[in-house]
């Protein structure tokens, strides 16, 4: 293709060309206490260090009134693979979410936190007190490899230490590599930063314009499909014989996003690549990350991920780019095994060794105090005595880890002095829901989705146990626009916001991860959503086969029929 015929790059593709590694201007307007927010090309590199720009949409209208513009805020998101922190480490953050951030911890569904309300003047200081905790932010957003994800439950299971190890060694090896210089240089005051103006040794891996989009990696494994593998860029599906681990079938080409009236755009479950060995882990990562990088759309950012490369090509030229180009170990079929559940991690369990671990359920994973339930306060206090090191899992949810049976008393009173509620006293479709944060922080939410699904969940608990379902683990999750932060096209129950407070309703995803559900009404108003359901659930609970999941029933009466019970258009 010509330079006259090739479609014209985006914008954001000229800012990581001409940003020098991710460096740009951003020290230089950090540094500018005269403004209160970034250029757009400083707006687009702050992301490869792990922060967004946003602004206060609660303050928008009375400011707008008081004609004094917007209320600029930054969220900075943290880079932990596997969702591990050290006792130390929560409460430094801790300290940070209290001294520079709105007083909250954000757990969020690739198991990391995010800081929200940070003021840009505060941002250096913030960025300095998260690497002095030894943990990082860079690669935290932005066109690369995400936060990876690997099951988060310290059993005693040689497979999942496995993929852990893996997990962390795919995360350090997609780390950018000029970009870390820039990082220390722009937020620690490290040395300024050196190239060759060469790619090929600056950033070997994704040379002076990164990824195309954002890369998203996850390991997990068949009975367990607690990271939503299916929905990931890259997957490697951990297999075992006479249990020990033996190697991964690998995943690649999904994703969540989509574009409201684009129909070019939608979700994808990612397609199985091939097996490969222990010993292959790193070069199938690269492998992937590079063939993303070489055939990705940087024209439309619409259309920029992984998932439409496996789209457009099919999974057999998919495969043939890979192995012939980009891989260099044996081609093999994936090994026939099959996702059969997920596990939430929940309440206590053993480690072995004596050793316990307790998973909390975090309602939209917002760590704060709120009237009588004290989370905040009471997971500090617990940490703070007990020194648990700490996981953050997939479903916004923490395990506090390496507990003896004589701290287990202990822990539960002070679960209740802080009015923390043990996960098997809520609703199963409270422990299966999950939100977006939306409004008021994240620019592109379109509706609410942290602040109004609590509401919605109180409805379904009352619907659900009315039809006879309150023990049924039906997935639940709500975003704010259709980009599906909280993945909700992979739920039993998606709920998308269209604009206002009407959403887009969605049935027959799989809680395990292994289908896309279906839209099934367009512009549903929020009040409307659990009556709406209420018709299905009765009628899941009148016709469901022994021991069918809603997901399976909805998705074996089709479309029509649910249509018509929830009175939507043919």
């Not at 090739?6 to 060309?17: C, R, T, Y």
């Not at 913030?126 to 490899?145: E, K, P, R």
């Not at 479309?559 to 019970?565: A, C, H, T």
């Amino acid at each position: 293709m010509s330079d006259e015929t090739a479609p014209k790059l985006s914008p954001v593709e000229g800012h990581k060309s001409e940003g020098r590694y991710l460096r740009g201007t951003l020290a230089e307007e950090i540094a500018d206490a005269s403004i209160d927010h970034l250029s757009d090309a400083n707006k687009s590199l702050i992301k490869f260090h792990g922060s967004y720009e946003q602004e206060d949409r609660d303050a928008r209208k009375a400011r707008a009134k008081a004609g004094v513009g917007k209320a600029y805020m930054f969220m900075i998101r943290l880079k932990m693979p596997g969702g591990k922190l050290t006792a130390d480490q929560w409460l430094a953050l801790d300290d940070i979410a209290d001294q520079y951030a709105n007083g909250a911890l954000r757990l969020t569904t690739r198991q990391s936190i995010q800081f929200h309300g940070v003021l840009k003047g505060n941002l250096k200081a913030t960025m300095a007190g998260i690497n002095a905790s030894l943990v990082t932010t860079l690669g935290g957003c932005g066109d690369v490899n995400r936060n990876v994800l690997s099951c988060p439950a310290p059993l005693p299971d040689p497979t999942r230490a496995q993929m852990q190890r893996d997990c962390d060694a795919v995360a350090e090896h997609l780390a950018p590599k000029a970009g870390k210089q820039s990082y220390h240089e722009i937020w620690l005051n490290g040395e300024p930063a050196t190239f060759t103006d060469n790619p090929e040794i600056d950033e070997p891996l994704y040379g002076k314009t990164y990824l195309p989009r954002k890369f998203k990696v996850a390991f997990s494994l068949p009975h367990d499909n607690c990271t939503d593998l299916l929905a990931q860029c890259l997957g490697f599906l951990a297999i075992s014989e006479g249990g020990q681990p033996v190697g991964y079938n690998l995943f690649a080409g999904g994703g969540q996003g989509q574009t409201n009236s684009n129909p070019d755009t939608y979700p994808l479950l990612a397609q199985p690549v091939g097996f490969i060995g222990l010993d292959e882990v790193l070069m199938a990562a690269e492998g992937v990350c590079k063939l993303f990088r070489d055939h990705g759309n940087r024209s439309n950012r619409k259309r920029a991920r992984l998932k439409y490369v496996m789209k457009d090509w099919g999974l057999e030229k998919f495969r043939e780019v890979f192995y012939r180009d980009y891989f260099k170990g044996p081609r093999r079929d994936p090994r026939p095994v099959e996702i059969t559940g997920l596990d939430l991690h929940h309440g206590w369990q053993g480690m072995g060794g004596g050793k316990y671990f307790l998973g909390l359920s975090v309602e939209n994973g917002r760590v704060r105090d709120d009237g009588a339930m004290r989370l905040r306060s009471g997971l500090r206090a617990i940490v703070a005595k007990y020194k648990p090191d700490i996981r953050v899992t997939a479903q916004q949810d923490i395990m506090l880890c390496g507990l003896t049976m004589d701290d287990r008393a202990g822990v539960d009173s002070m679960l209740s002095e802080y009015g923390i509620p043990r996960p098997e006293t809520l609703s199963q479709v409270q422990r299966w829901s999950m939100a977006c944060p939306a409004i008021p922080t994240c620019p592109l939410a379109i509706t609410e989705s942290e602040r109004a699904l609590p509401g919605v969940v109180d409805q379904l608990e009352v619907a659900l146990k009315d039809a006879g379902l309150a023990g049924e683990p039906i997935s639940v999750r709500m975003t704010g626009c259709p980009n599906g932060c909280a993945r909700p096209y992979q739920s039993e129950v998606g709920i998308v916001g269209r604009g206002g407070t009407k959403y887009t309703l969605y049935i027959g995803g799989d809680s395990y991860g292994r289908r896309l559900n279906t839209e099934i009404q367009d512009g549903v108003p929020i009040e409307q959503i659990v009556p709406k359901l209420s018709k299905v659930f009765a009628a899941f609970a009148a016709e469901r086969s022994n021991g069918e999941l809603f997901g399976d029933y909805c998705t074996r009466v089709g479309l029509p029929k649910l249509k018509e019970l929830i009175g939507a258009p043919a």
